[in-house]
């Protein structure tokens, strides 16, 4: 058995170096995987985007470097480095890279 102190499986990364921008592409990594949530690092190159879909979940994303243009049931936010935003439950958005833009996705299945 561990001692309670110990840490299991616990490592330190670096999210913004963990992906490379690709010319004109979009690219994820899955961090976590489990029946309640995913985390997914993606980085979009300028004028990258996901059309307007919904999700039976409410999902964060925080954006790690660049800049994001993300509409929430019609309505735009500009989202920068540094800064998060909750899309709700069942809420059509899409989003858009006005810059080239790193962001963690963070999915809350319940």
Known sequence: MKKRNEQMNAT?????ALLDYQ???IVSREIV?????TITLFAFDKGQGLSEHAAPFDAVVYVLDGQVRINISG?????KKGQMIIMPANKP???KATKKFKMLLVMFKS
């Open 75 to 79: 309505k735009p936010y500009i989202v």
């Open 93 to 95: 958005h899409s989003l």
């Open 12 to 16: 330190a990364i670096n999210l913004v």
């Open 23 to 25: 010319e004109d592409s």
């Open 33 to 37: 995987n489990k029946n309640t949530g």
